[in-house]
């Protein structure tokens, strides 16, 4: 199986929190795991909320984007996706950073992989396989 992850899933399983074992274990299961890469913008930029925000140490935040980047097997960069991102924002009203997820996952015909709930029933409303 090929997931898609977001970085909801990827840093609520680095932070251990809800429902990561489950998203580590279907993690482990995936044939490859795929993001766009704007994950690691993504990644990062919640780890510097929680440094900014909770006084997360450096040796914390370093652990938490290096774990998370480590579960992506395939980057693909935003460019092979961004037409369908553009026509899934414009069509659903959300975010278009969100349907870079959801047009990749639709473009491999991959389960989607978030911790994220009102993305996670969009990409349902899409057709689009969620695993977790």
């Given amino acids: ?7 909801s899933a990827a840093i609520t399983t680095v932070m251990s929190r809800a429902k990561a074992r489950s998203f580590a274990e279907h993690l482990e ?3 490859e795991v795929l993001a766009p890469d704007l ?11 929680y440094h900014q925000l909770e006084n997360l ?3 914390i935040c370093d652990q938490w984007i290096d774990s998370a980047i480590h579960f ?3 980057l693909v960069p935003c ?3 961004h037409r369908e991102a553009f026509l899934l924002a414009r069509t659903t009203r959300r975010p278009t950073y969100d349907m870079f997820y959801l047009a990749l996952a639709r473009r491999e015909d ?7 709930h009102a993305l996670r029933r969009e ?7 969620v695993a977790g």
Avoid: C, P, Y
């Avoid at 199986?1 to 970085?7: F, K, N, T």
């Avoid at 994950?39 to 909320?49: H, L």
């Avoid at 991959?110 to 994220?116: K, N, P, S």
């Avoid at 990409?123 to 396989?129: M, S, T, V």
């Fill in 39 to 49: 994950f690691v913008a993504e990644v990062i930029n919640t780890v510097w909320k």
């Fill in 79 to 81: 460019e092979q996706v």
């Fill in 123 to 129: 990409a349902e409303r899409q057709g689009i396989r």
């Fill in 29 to 31: 299961s995936a044939d």
């Fill in 1 to 7: 199986m090929r997931v898609v992850l977001d970085a």
């Fill in 110 to 116: 991959a389960a989607f992989l978030t911790a994220d």
């Fill in 57 to 59: 140490g450096l040796d």
């Fill in 72 to 74: 992506i097997d395939t």
